[in-house]
DNA sequence: GCTTGACCTTCCTGTTGGTGGAAGGAATAG
DNA sequence: CTATTCCTTCCACCAACAGGAAGGTCAAGC
């Protein structure tokens, strides 16, 4: 199938689809007219990474994943430990996000809001210290 | 003072600094050697932008706030409404990687990791649903 | 006065993961 | 035969800088 119907079947863009070939990621076949040619095996593995992306993996670790997968005697501790290794990730992630979230609301929860000029908000990061 | 005067102060990078000027954020006077001079109102802007960027702002928000730092007129809020649209960024974003880590999880924790060769992760990513 | 080293300048490239568009060839429908 | 759609390559651009080369400047020490 052509590079449309593996984009449709995929929900990756087209131009995603020739980006992951240029960098190496996923070689379709080519045919006399240059066209790239898809099969479902070719679908699969687009489909693979689409997931693994959407889960927060980079290209290079679905680069890895990729490998493991197509490898028939990796452990699959190999893709555990990534697997646990996205995770801590994921979990230092949020606690940033939520230590940030808190140190926003208070100086939101601090401004009144209304049409007077000062705001602490615009104090807080003004301020010389913390 | 000189870029790496201001780069101490302000814990940016001078490259960073530099940048900010390049994209027209914060621009220094220039002395007759052609070096960069940044008074004490500079490192306080800069001061203030390392705050917002490392609070999640944007630069474009960082501009934003910026220009009604320096707007004797603006009502708070403005600002208020800017921080309050962070914070449900912010949220919205915590949601996506807990449920991605719910995910991830779930699949991590079907999987003995040993070196047999099948595994429930890349097992899951292959699957055609979900 | 000279050298050394730290600091400064600009310019160019690369990063991550793509997106947008132009120019032109190929397939298909009417 | 033409119109439209799909495909191709190539080139440029986004955020938000980082790294490094090549060269100018400044201050200290001898």
Same mark, same amino acid.
């Given at each position: 199938?052509? !590079?449309?119907?593996?984009?449709?079947?995929?929900?990756?863009?087209?131009?995603?689809?020739?980006? +992951?070939?240029? !960098?190496? #990621?996923?070689?379709?076949?080519? %045919?006399?007219?240059? +066209?790239?040619? +898809?099969?479902?095996?070719?679908?699969?593995? #687009?489909? &693979?990474?689409?997931?693994?992306?959407?889960?927060? &993996?980079? !290209?290079?670790?679905?680069?890895? #994943?990729?490998?493991?997968?197509?490898?028939?005697?990796?452990?699959?501790?190999?893709?555990?430990?990534?697997?646990?290794?996205?995770?801590?990730?994921?979990?230092?992630?949020?606690?940033?996000?939520?230590?940030?979230?808190?140190?926003?609301?208070?100086?939101?929860?601090?401004?009144?809001?209304?049409?007077?000029?000062?705001?602490?908000?615009?104090? %807080?990061?003004?301020?010389?210290?913390?």
């Amino acid at each position: 199938m052509n !590079i449309g119907a593996a984009a449709e079947l995929t929900s990756l863009p087209a131009k995603t689809i020739r980006y +992951y070939e240029e !960098i190496d #990621l996923i070689n379709p076949a080519r %045919g006399d007219n240059g +066209y790239r040619h +898809y099969n479902e095996q070719d679908v699969n593995l #687009l489909r &693979f990474v689409q997931r693994a992306r959407s889960l927060g &993996f980079s !290209i290079e670790q679905c680069r890895n #994943l990729l490998s493991l997968y197509s490898d028939k005697d990796r452990a699959s501790a190999d893709v555990k430990k990534l697997a646990e290794h996205k995770i801590s990730e994921i979990d230092q992630k949020i606690e940033e996000l939520q230590s940030l979230r808190t140190t926003l609301k208070n100086l939101a929860d601090q401004c009144h809001g209304d049409h007077r000029p000062d705001c602490p908000i615009l104090d %807080g990061l003004a301020e010389n210290n913390s």
